[in-house]
């Protein structure tokens, strides 16, 4: 009953709060002259970066370039400018323009006034770059913060359910029953698919059929193929690169739902070491009945069957990754490396040792699947270990013992879990399934972990912050270190040959440095200070501290998944036409397929509300969090009250990671 | 192996082939894209990277000529000096048209009119009118 009063209770003060928030604390500033602000627009930002006004308050923009063509366009505004610098020749010639002229400013130093507009409701606005103006255009924005008296009420309000949420969750989970239901889901409840009417008798026999993953892989290569050719000889420019928009921006958020939803899905559609099996099996489609296979076998040495190499791969990528994503030639090394070394492993090694040891992809993927809604699974474990003949492991004529080196009867972890389905058809006995649970089941049952792992956690947890700040925030001067570029232009020579200047060069090398400390070192010094007071404030001596930061940090993944999936959901929403475009222009040679081509700038989506759609997925992630902290807690402290002081200790980590996710959308 | 496993094993291999064959792509600019006898496509590109693509053109002298220009990546812009050709700007990935014909044999020099990068002043290409 009380359970319920804090429900309701927390539900109305979140509609409230939506609502009110915004708009009922705003007052209109009313101003007899127009404010003047003036822009300079450059590769890849604009100065000022962060402009602050009133609500109400009557502004003009002026703006300029001070290199190539830029645009002006503001969120919420009825406003799209292409700002365009001196031209040298033309100017110079006072020639005729031929045709219909877009603008026509040949004037030197010419500002574009815009104008005067005015913002109702206070909160963050973007402007962006609209017209293609070099790698990171994309990415080229500016804040403009609205305030009223001074305050910037969305973000308090945002950032007020925010902390509602972490401490409403606590709360909760101390005022209710000690159990393992959250808000009435039992985190026992599964729904086995393959046996729901209907559905689940076609996906068994789709899922047995040995061509499955076959089919399932070659649309997947086909595209891959694209991918590659675009990669190397499309046009440089990422925007306008199928290989970039595709794979950075349909894939990427494809990716962050398809981890909640799916699991480890990609995996079994990933064409990337498709090639490397297929050789080893000697079989493109079915179950080589050879001894033989054509390859080594080897076994993967034992000190490297871990994630380090994975993770410290993803992390590396991420650190050239304003590069990664806008150069498409980078896109197409990385491709070219990841094939090559996915081939060679499958021709020495035995089984998946790549998508186990080395796919940074992999390691992500996999390490967010503990926390997705779908598993395979044994329907009775049982079963399983009474069975001798463990099909499942050594395979049989109808499907190969698990690639990926488990034994599926015993799963319960996602993490290793490829979802190739193999051991759906290996299976004699017909107990392998599909199952659909609630978020967090496998990690409740964790009481400790590993240190790769954790590290991965780490590297994951602290790099979807970094991401935002990288491609959505304002400070282009972040932007330029990854980029390796300097404020003033210096940015297109590389777009060709990949060669930086020395100056972007230096402050790459600084931002490395930056970086690589507050996720390996930074953060998780943080998280292991917040995990010694929990384990204080649980009044816990026996277990090891080690021990205690390891199990804990199982309860990052849900609030990291759910921050990358806020990621995808702004990625896709900005830069949504992108992929549109690039189908119908493959190489960015100018080419329309299907008429969709020729679109160089992608207006973003519902900007304005972009901060309210993505809060609720960054809170849906907090409470999870705290959710898991309380069962590992109860795992390791054993006691109600126990568990609970450890969680709130957790809990104000997490609600300050919460507040700094509000703080760049909003504040 | 069983028959129908070799069946199987082939029409995968074809598909995987076929499906391989899409590397082909970039070869087919031609033929999605054709330039008509009339038409000359200038492809523009900042100077780091290809400039004019492509960047000298021969053409006869009293034949109307179409030059399709397309900016590929930054806003470019193209003039001819000598014949009062200029397209003002092109925004990228727009197209734009200019019909002309050339009276006078010579060399041309065409350049591009808008900054587009550090080296813009590089970015140039010519066209021939012949007899």
């Given amino acids: 009953m009380r359970g319920k009063i804090l429900i309701t209770a927390f539900f109305f003060i979140f509609i409230i709060s939506f609502v009110m928030f915004p708009i009922g604390f705003s007052q209109k500033m009313v101003t007899e002259e127009p404010r003047v602000i003036e822009i300079e627009a450059f590769q890849f930002g604009f100065e000022p970066s962060v402009i602050r006004v009133s609500v109400g308050e009557e502004i003009i923009f002026k703006a300029r370039s001070t290199g190539v063509v830029h645009g002006l366009w503001i969120d919420g505004q009825d406003i799209d400018f292409a700002l365009v610098m001196p031209q040298t020749a033309a100017r110079s010639l006072d020639l005729p323009l031929y045709g219909e002229t877009v603008i026509a400013l040949l004037e030197p130093n010419k500002w574009v006034e815009v104008g005067p507009v005015s913002f109702d409701r206070t909160g963050k606005y973007k402007i962006r770059c609209s017209v293609g103006c070099g790698p990171l255009h994309p990415f080229m924005m500016g804040d403009i913060i609205v305030e009223s008296n001074g305050n910037n009420y969305s973000f308090y309000g945002l950032g007020f359910l925010g902390l509602v949420t972490g401490v409403g969750t606590t709360t909760y989970l101390w005022r209710r029953k000690p159990n393992d239901e959250m808000l009435g889901i039992s985190l026992k409840n599964e729904i086995d698919l393959l046996k729901i009417r209907w559905i689940g008798p076609l996906l068994k026999t789709m899922l047995q059929w040995r061509g499955i993953h076959f089919a399932l892989i070659l649309p997947n290569l086909f595209i891959f193929m694209i991918v590659l050719a675009s990669a190397f000889l499309g046009n440089p420019m990422g925007a306008l690169n199928f290989s970039i928009v595709l794979v950075w921006i349909l894939w990427f958020t494809a990716v962050e739902f398809m981890i909640l939803f799916l699991g480890r899905f990609w995996c079994t559609l990933c064409p990337i070491p498709a090639f490397g099996e297929w050789l080893s099996r000697r079989r493109l489609y079915g179950v080589h009945s050879l001894r033989k296979w054509f390859s080594l076998n080897r076994e993967w040495p034992k000190p490297l069957s871990n994630m380090w190499i994975a993770a410290l791969s993803f992390l590396g990528i991420s650190l050239i990754v304003p590069w990664l994503v806008t150069r498409p030639i980078v896109t197409g090394l990385l491709f070219a490396v990841l094939i090559v070394s996915a081939l060679v492993t499958h021709l020495i090694f035995k089984k998946r040792a790549f998508c186990l040891y080395l796919c940074p992809a992999g390691c992500y993927i996999g390490h967010h699947s503990t926390a997705s809604l779908f598993a395979i699974r044994s329907r009775d474990k049982t079963v399983c270990d009474e069975h001798i003949t463990k099909e499942c492991i050594k395979g049989s004529p109808s499907g190969y013992g698990c690639p990926w080196k488990r034994y599926p009867g015993g799963l319960d972890d996602n993490i290793y879990c490829g979802q190739c389905f193999e051991c759906l058809k290996s299976c004699p006995v017909d107990n392998m399934t599909l199952k659909l649970r609630m978020i967090g089941k496998d990690i409740s049952k964790k009481v400790t972990g590993k240190a790769d792992e954790a590290w991965m956690g780490f590297i994951r947890f602290v790099l979807a912050p970094t991401y935002f700040l990288v491609f959505f925030g304002s400070y282009f001067w972040i932007k330029d270190w990854g980029n390796m570029g300097t404020k003033f232009g210096a940015n297109l020579p590389s777009i060709g040959l990949l060669t930086p200047t020395a100056s972007g060069f230096d402050n790459w090398l600084l931002w490395v440095l930056m970086l690589s400390t507050i996720i390996l070192v930074l953060f998780p010094a943080i998280f292991f200070a917040f995990s010694w007071v929990a384990k204080q404030a649980a009044g816990d001596k026996k277990i090891p501290i080690k021990q205690v930061f390891f199990a804990l940090n199982h309860a990052l993944t849900p609030y990291a998944m759910f921050l990358w999936i806020s990621f995808g959901v702004v990625l896709i929403t900005w830069d949504w036409l992108y992929p549109i475009m690039g189908f119908s222009n493959p190489m960015g040679w100018g080419w329309n397929l299907f008429g969709t081509g020729g679109i160089a700038w992608s207006p973003p989506l519902v900007p304005h509300l972009t901060p309210f759609i993505v809060s609720p997925l960054v809170f849906l992630g907090l409470g999870l969090a705290i959710h898991s902290t309380y069962n590992i807690g109860m795992n390791l402290f054993g006691e109600h009250q126990r568990a609970i002081r450890a969680t709130s200790v957790m809990s104000i980590l997490y609600i300050l990671v919460a507040l700094f996710f509000i703080w760049i959308l909003m504040g | ?131």
């Fill in chain 2, 1 to 131: 192996m069983r028959k129908s496993e070799l069946f199987f094993e082939t029409l995968a291999l074809v598909a995987f082939v076929i499906t391989v064959g899409v590397l082909a792509l970039p070869a087919m600019d031609g033929l999605i894209m054709p330039q008509e006898p009339d038409e000359i496509i200038i492809r523009m590109y900042v100077q780091e990277y290809l400039g004019f693509d492509s960047n000298e053109t021969v053409i006869k002298k009293g034949e109307t000529v179409k030059l399709v220009l397309i900016s590929m990546d930054v806003a470019h812009g193209f003039i001819i000096p000598e014949l009062g050709i200029n397209s003002g700007i092109i925004l990228p990935g727009e197209k734009k048209v200019i019909e002309f014909t050339p009276e006078e044999e010579g060399e041309y020099t065409f350049m591009c009119s808008v900054k587009c990068s550090a080296t813009h002043s590089l970015m140039r290409g010519k066209i021939i009118v012949e007899e």
